[in-house]
Structure formats: C-alpha cells, structure tokens
C-alpha cells in the first residue's frame, strides 16, 4: 500500500466553481501535513500546510481527519491560474516527506 | 537570487555511462533531498542529508549515491546509468527535516539510451 494515495483526477470544472478532493495516508504516526502545486513541468511549491483545526488561505481550505487517516483540499471560486496539479505530502518521520502521485485541477472558461 | 539550483537542465545519457547532476543552495538549510518524479507515481525519495556530513537512504536509493561534504552542495551521482533512470530529478532543500517547507529546484530532465 502506497504510504499517500490521491485520486489523480483529473478534475475539470468551470470558472468560478468549488472543487474539493482528498488525501489518504497510512501511517497514524504522520505529524506534518502540507499541500503542494505543482505547474507542468515545474518544480512543487508549497501552497500550504495543514492543521489539526484545518485551515484557510483565501480560496484555499484545508482540512485534517486524523481518525480517517485523510486530508483535503478546497478551492472556492475556481480561476483559470488554478490548473495545475495538486501534491499531498505527509511527513512521517523528522526527514522523510512521502508525496502523493497528484490530482490534476483543470479550470475552463 | 537566493534559492535552490540544479545543474544541467536536462541531459541524454548512454547506457553505462557516469553522471553527476548537481545542486546547490544558498538558504543554509540543514536538510536536502533528491527525488525521482514518474509519471503516475509522484516524488520518490532517492537519498537525504540532514546535515552536512551525514546522508540516508531514501525509498530508491539503488543505483545512486550522495555526498555532502558542506551545507550548500549535495550532489547525486549515477555510477552506471540504465534506461530505468529516465526520469525528472529534484534536488530539495529543508530548514530542519521534513516538518517545515521544502523549496525545490526547477528539476533535471534525463533520459538514459
């Protein structure tokens, strides 16, 4: 079992639409939980962390089930300059970082 | 520009031969990383320096090897490259492990024939 799985998408939605999608992890121990962008054919930026309480920045919320083993990601009122793919990453031990494969995010006009 | 980079960009590599891609940073992070990225299966772990000085084994780690004999370099080295390491390489740098943000460099394209 692959320590963070994403459902890879692709999610296709209009301007100015919600779009939500999830995160599983498997390891309980996990402490650190953080979503990165990532552009084609560009390196992974962070976009923001993840706390317990879940999390806002601007469009952006994030939320944290440890019971669940999940995070999520929610993006309100969609632009175009949000197609990319979206990377979760979990931190389960003090250095390694596991990434999820991605959900590519598709903004249309 | 402060920051993290990698060098070459891309590079096409014969079968068997060696090669060094490198990477620098001039954040003074204590912890640096390289990834593989392929196609469907996300960002590998290939190997880890929490301090100069010290490396570990990532999730991948066979086939290259690391140094870290200061706090800006770490290069990867392919001893004899094989097809299977086609792939997009990231060099990755942390303040303190994988706790706080890692910044990534714009990443090296290889392709082994």
């Known amino acids: 079992r692959k320590e963070v799985e994403q459902d890879p998408g692709p999610f296709n939605v209009p301007e100015g639409a919600t779009v939500a999608f999830n995160c599983t992890y498997s390891?309980?121990?996990?402490?650190?939980f953080f979503w990165y962008r990532q552009d084609c054919r560009k390196e992974p930026k962070l976009l923001m962390s993840?706390?317990?309480s879940g999390n806002e920045d601007g469009r952006f919320t994030a939320q944290l089930n440890r019971a669940s083993q999940y995070i999520s990601l929610l993006i309100r009122d969609s632009k175009l300059s949000d197609s990319a793919t979206y990377l979760c990453?979990?931190?389960?031990?003090?250095?390694?970082?596991?990434f999820g494969a991605g959900t590519t995010v598709t903004v249309r006009a | 520009i402060a920051g993290i980079t990698q060098a070459p960009t891309s590079q096409i590599l014969a079968a068997g031969r060696r090669m060094t891609l490198r990477c620098t940073q001039d954040m003074r992070h204590n912890a640096m990383y390289w990834y593989r990225q392929d196609l469907g299966l996300g960002l590998r772990l290939i190997h880890y320096?929490?301090?100069?000085?010290?490396?570990g084994k990532g999730e991948v780690p066979d086939g290259y090897s690391v140094s870290r004999a200061n706090t800006d370099d770490f290069p990867l080295t392919l001893a004899s490259a094989v097809p299977s390491q086609t792939s997009v390489y990231f060099c990755?740098?942390?303040?303190?492990?994988?706790?706080?943000?890692?910044?990534f460099g714009q990443g090296t394209r290889l392709t082994v024939v």
């Open positions: 990453v979990v931190n389960t031990n003090d250095y390694k970082l596991s």
């Open positions: 990755a740098s942390s303040e303190e492990g994988g706790s706080t943000e890692a910044f």
């Open positions: 390891n309980s121990a996990s402490q650190s």
């Open positions: 320096s929490n301090t100069a000085g010290t490396t």
């Open positions: 993840v706390y317990s």
